[in-house]
C-alpha cells in the first residue's frame, strides 16, 4: 500500500517546464517588478536595481544605466557619458535581465528539476541550439516563484552569476520609464549601433 501511495506522490510531482511556466505566468500579471541584484564573474562584481514591466526593463549599477522598451536597447557608460542604441539579441538581454532567461525558456532550453529544497526550486536549462550558452543553472523562491540566483556558464569563459534579493510587485508604468530620455542627459554621445 505504501508503495502505491509513493508511486502516486510521484505521479504528480511537478515538472521544471510547469514551474517555469507558472513562474511565466505570474511575471505577466504583475504590473511591474524591482528587485537588488550582484552579479559577478572573473572580472569583478556590480551591484545595482531592476525594474521590469512585461519585455521592457530598467537597469541601473554605478557604471551603467539600460533602458530596454521591448525592442530597442538603450547603454548608458557613465565614465564616457556615451550612449549606446541597439536591438539586442535574445541571449543578450538573457545576461542582463534574469527575469528574461525565465521568460524564455520554452524556445530555447530544455528544462531539467535539479535536486530542490523547500524553500527553493533548482532548475537546469541547457540551449536547444548551439550557442555561446552552455548550461543555466535558476534557482527560484519556491512561495514567489522569483529568481534567487542565475549562473550563465558559456564556452570558454568563467560562469556570471547573478544574485537576486529584495524582489517586489509594483505598481503600473509608463512606456517612458523603459526609455532613454536625452533631455536629462543632454552632454551624453549618441552611438547608433542598430
Given at each position: ?22 513562474a511565466?505566468?505570474?511575471y ?23 525594474v ?9 549599477t554605478?557604471?551603467?544605466k ?34 528574461a532567461?525565465?521568460?524564455?525558456f ?25 550557442s ?20 550563465i ?30 533631455s ?11
Amino acid at each position: 500500500m505504501l508503495l502505491i501511495a509513493f508511486m502516486g506522490v510521484e505521479a504528480h510531482a511537478v515538472t521544471a517546464d510547469e514551474i517555469l511556466t507558472d513562474a511565466t505566468g505570474r511575471y505577466q500579471t504583475v504590473k511591474s517588478i524591482s528587485a537588488q541584484f550582484s552579479m559577478h564573474d572573473n572580472s569583478g562584481m556590480v551591484s545595482g536595481n531592476i525594474v521590469i514591466s512585461g519585455d521592457r526593463f530598467h537597469l541601473e549599477t554605478s557604471a551603467l544605466k539600460v533602458w530596454y522598451d521591448g525592442r530597442t536597447q538603450w547603454t548608458l557608460v557613465t565614465e564616457t557619458n556615451e550612449v549606446n542604441v541597439t536591438e539586442p539579441t535574445v541571449e543578450e538581454l538573457q545576461q542582463v535581465n534574469p527575469f528574461a532567461i525565465i521568460s524564455a525558456f520554452r524556445n530555447n532550453y530544455k528544462a531539467s528539476l535539479l535536486k530542490s529544497t523547500a524553500n527553493e526550486y533548482k532548475i537546469q536549462l541547457v540551449p536547444i541550439s548551439s550557442s555561446g550558452v552552455t548550461s543555466v543553472i535558476l534557482q527560484l523562491n519556491r512561495p514567489t516563484l522569483y529568481p534567487k540566483s542565475v549562473e550563465i556558464h558559456s564556452k570558454n569563459t568563467s560562469p556570471i552569476v547573478i544574485n537576486v534579493k529584495n524582489v517586489s510587485e509594483g505598481k503600473s508604468l509608463p512606456i517612458g520609464a523603459f526609455m532613454f530620455n536625452q533631455s536629462q542627459y543632454p552632454e551624453a554621445e549618441i552611438i547608433d549601433l542598430r
